[in-house]
């Protein structure tokens, strides 16, 4: 029983899962140096090292090796990731002052949302992924990723955009927050289908 719990776990999605949670800190590193390079290389590595996501749960459906732990990783790596970088860019005074309620408002969401869904599991009420959960996570990264750039990058203003994809990605996050709630309360799939 042993070894099958663990052949179970150390498969290569979960792995893939695992170097998501790992990397994301040594990424966050390089802003200590905040200059254009630095920034740049952040960036795109968190924007690299956020699109795994998509690698680990394509690698678990072809493979047949979608475990529970995966379940559990998955999400919880991609917040881990999102919350330390939004931190960071706080810190770093990369978000101004007007724009700090909407970063408090998706981490509320986010802790939320967590709490939520751990207390559906243990009550057997399965609140899955929707569409708009993706869009949600996908507009958080591409504003964490041009906060994250900060500088001009390919001539496009990266913090501008940041900011710009901030105010939507705020938007859809405290949406399908509302719809995850309205799910669970319903015992059943929200006006969207089913949410996260």
């Given at each position: 029983?042993?070894?099958?719990?663990?052949?179970?776990?150390?498969?290569?999605?979960?792995?893939?899962?695992l170097s998501r949670i790992?990397?994301?800190?040594?990424?966050?590193?390089?802003?200590?140096?905040?200059?254009?390079?630095?920034?740049?290389?952040?960036?795109?590595?968190?924007?690299?090292?956020?699109?795994?996501?998509?690698?680990?749960?394509?690698?678990?459906?072809?493979?047949?090796?979608?475990?529970?732990?995966?379940?559990?990783?998955?999400?919880?790596?991609?917040?881990?990731?999102?919350?330390?970088?939004?931190?960071?860019?706080?810190?770093?005074?990369?978000v101004p002052l007007w724009?700090?309620?909407?970063?408090?408002?998706?981490?509320?969401?986010?802790?939320?949302?967590?709490?939520?869904?751990?207390?559906?599991?243990?009550?057997?009420?399965?609140?899955?992924?929707?569409?708009?959960?993706?869009?949600?996570?996908?507009?958080?990264?591409?504003?964490?990723?041009?906060?994250?750039?900060?500088?001009?990058?390919?001539?496009?203003?990266?913090?501008?955009?940041?900011?710009?994809?901030?105010?939507?990605?705020?938007?859809?996050?405290?949406?399908?927050?509302?719809?995850?709630?309205?799910?669970?309360?319903?015992?059943?799939?929200?006006?969207?289908?089913?949410?996260?």
């Amino acid at each position: 029983m042993r070894s099958l719990r663990r052949e179970r776990f150390w498969n290569l999605p979960n792995a893939v899962t695992l170097s998501r949670i790992a990397a994301g800190p040594f990424l966050l590193l390089l802003l200590a140096f905040q200059g254009e390079t630095a920034s740049a290389i952040a960036g795109v590595g968190f924007l690299a090292v956020s699109l795994t996501d998509l690698l680990d749960g394509y690698l678990a459906r072809r493979g047949g090796e979608v475990t529970r732990i995966g379940k559990l990783l998955d999400p919880l790596a991609d917040k881990l990731l999102v919350t330390i970088a939004f931190i960071v860019v706080v810190a770093l005074a990369r978000v101004p002052l007007w724009a700090v309620p909407l970063v408090v408002a998706i981490l509320v969401r986010e802790v939320g949302v967590t709490s939520l869904r751990a207390m559906a599991s243990a009550e057997g009420v399965l609140l899955q992924a929707s569409m708009l959960g993706k869009w949600k996570t996908g507009f958080q990264i591409a504003a964490l990723t041009g906060l994250l750039i900060h500088h001009s990058f390919l001539g496009l203003p990266m913090h501008a955009l940041g900011l710009a994809l901030l105010v939507i990605a705020t938007g859809l996050t405290v949406w399908s927050g509302w719809d995850y709630f309205a799910a669970y309360l319903g015992r059943g799939e929200g006006p969207d289908g089913p949410v996260s």
